[in-house]
């Protein structure tokens, strides 16, 4: 195994738990229960997966799932859940907190980095973890959406390729998630600010949608390309509709049944039955209904490229 390699897994796999850590802290000191540090078993799955990997695949991910990206979101998921539903729950307490973008905070930062050289590094790292616990619930939780996003990008980029994965399949595969994780991060900050105190159960949909959506990072179905799309780039014939195009098929699966679709059914949801109407979410969901239609076009016209194809074969 090359020492790159080797680095590699063991730094992303570093920064995954550090962030779930640091989500299970956050989660305790909301809840103010240690009950919670409980969810840091959640933790030993992907400590199991990485000295599997390191044994068997030298460090290297899998050609067609990612176990570490998928064993992460199980360790963080339950985390943000917990924050969600404790903040739609307490929201009234929000002008009691500091807001990350308040111009206090920096001045409270400021002062505190000018006393730095009259107090120990301990009494510093008290008041500074003080001063960040106190920032508002809303801030922190849009905080660990924004990181996790990231990381998933970056951990990507970081980790071993897998077996049969080229770089620039890995280049496409990234660009993908960068587009996915803004779409993703749009619609649980755009939707659940709609939420009103009102209707809780709507709060259980989005963060449902949101955790089925977020099964899309340790896919690469849509990008890495089978045996049967080498052969036919190689000028094979495919008897199958499937086999031909499966790389297309399986992105159109993704984003008509994980992405784009559920996320139409929800802000119709929204609209219509929660009564919750105003102008950027008429915009997003038209932007998720131009997405699936083209969808469904684009796989109408590879059906039709298919049948001609296998006409003009035959004749």
Not at 148 to 164: N, V
Not at 177 to 196: N, Q
Not at 293 to 306: A, G, M, S, T
Request: glycine share 4%; proline share 3%; hydrophobic share 50%.
């Amino acid at each position: 195994m090359g020492l790159f390699s080797f680095l590699s897994a063991i730094i992303t796999r570093a920064l995954f738990i550090l962030v779930s850590l640091v989500a299970v802290w956050r989660v305790t000191k909301v809840k103010e229960d240690p009950y919670y540090w409980l969810l840091t078993f959640l933790f030993l799955p992907l400590a199991v997966e990485m000295i599997i990997t390191l044994k068997k695949q030298k460090g290297h991910e899998y050609k067609w799932f990612s176990p570490t990206i998928f064993l992460f979101l199980i360790s963080i998921i339950p985390s943000i859940w917990i924050l969600e539903l404790h903040h739609q729950q307490n929201k009234a307490q929000d002008d009691k907190c500091n807001r990350l973008d308040s111009k206090d905070v920096f001045h409270k930062l400021i002062a505190l980095n000018e006393t730095s050289g009259n107090i120990t590094a301990y009494e510093y790292l008290k008041r500074f973890g003080h001063m960040v616990s106190n920032f508002c619930p809303n801030n922190w939780i849009l905080a660990l959406h924004q990181i996790l996003l990231i990381l998933l990008i970056i951990g990507k980029w970081i980790l071993p390729l897998g077996g049969g994965v080229t770089r620039d399949q890995l280049s496409q595969l990234l660009l993908i998630f960068v587009g996915t994780a803004a779409d993703i991060l749009e619609f649980t900050s755009e939707t659940l600010d709609d939420v009103k105190d009102t209707s809780p159960q709507l709060v259980y949909i989005i963060l449902a949608v949101w955790s089925w959506s977020m099964m899309q990072f340790p896919c690469h179905l849509c990008v890495v390309r089978s045996m049967n799309d080498e052969a036919a780039d190689e000028g094979i014939q495919e008897d199958s509709f499937w086999s031909k195009h499966s790389t297309d098929l399986w992105s159109i699966v993704e984003t008509l049944f994980i992405q784009d679709g559920p996320f139409l059914v929800v802000r119709l949801t929204v609209m219509t039955y929660f009564g919750i109407f105003h102008q950027m979410i008429v915009f997003f969901a038209f932007k998720n209904f131009l997405v699936v239609i083209l969808n469904v076009y684009r796989l109408f016209v590879l059906y039709l490229d298919f049948k001609s194809s296998g006409h003009s074969s035959a004749d």
